[in-house]
T-cell receptor, first 113, second 116 residues
């Protein structure tokens, strides 16, 4: 079952604009991670936020986590054409005894030059 | 040159044949994972291993088998029992941290399997 669900499924913006993607999940977590996938390639880790953190930054990326709403958002500021990719959230569920991430279905981002 | 490799990049098989996908890492990671990705979809966990000679089923293990005889290697066999084997297969590895499933996962480039 998909623990994380991203919203929107697809997003198209102009270069220079900000892109916001949301992720909702169902169970308690240890951490939540965001990954990027260029078409036909493997995933690349972007950022990890732990359950006791509310916000984290990395370059043009800003991630927020609201554990009371079981949701996270990824903001990419000043987007570039090279940011065109699919973005996935992945959750590390706590208390399950299963030491593996569960990935969402992804948001496909298209940045128009 | 550290990383995780998968081979081959493209694989074609006839229905009814077993096929083994290779995954090797030289990152000294304890954990390794196999995922399946269908077009426009997210990743689904097939099998994972936290230590040599041990592995656990993921969400869609039926029709697949794995082995973990060496820390560096985690091959996946797609058997003839897998009903819809055509997909993109991704292997990943990670360090395990106490109290958490994993820190970041490092992914290989993937193998695209087509069964006809």
């Amino acid at each position: 079952s998909q623990q994380g669900e991203e919203d929107p499924q697809a997003l198209s913006i102009q270069e220079g604009e900000n892109a916001t993607m949301n992720c909702s999940y169902k169970t308690s977590i240890n951490n939540l991670q965001w990954y990027r996938q260029n078409s036909g390639r493997g995933l690349v880790h972007l950022i990890l936020i732990r359950s006791n953190e509310r916000e984290k930054h990395s370059g043009r990326l800003r991630v927020t986590l609201d554990t009371s709403k079981k949701s996270s958002s990824l903001l990419i500021t000043a987007s570039r054409a090279a940011d065109t990719a699919s973005y996935f959230c992945a959750t590390d569920a706590s208390g399950t005894g299963r030491r593996a991430l569960t990935f969402g279905s992804g948001t496909r981002l298209q940045v128009q030059p | 040159d550290g990383g995780i490799t998968q081979s081959p990049k493209y694989l074609f098989r006839k229905e009814g044949q077993n096929v083994t996908l290779s995954c090797e890492q030289n990152l000294n990671h304890d954990a390794m994972y196999w995922y399946r990705q269908d077009p426009g979809q997210g990743l689904r966990l097939i099998y994972y291993s936290q230590i040599v000679n041990d592995f656990q089923k993921g969400d869609i293990a039926e029709g697949y088998s794995v082995s973990r005889e060496k820390k560096e290697s985690f091959p996946l066999t797609v058997t003839s029992a897998q009903k819809n084997p055509t997909a993109f297969y991704l292997c990943a590895s990670a360090t395990l941290l106490a109290g958490e499933s994993s820190y970041e996962q490092y992914f290989g480039p993937g193998t695209r399997l087509t069964v006809t």
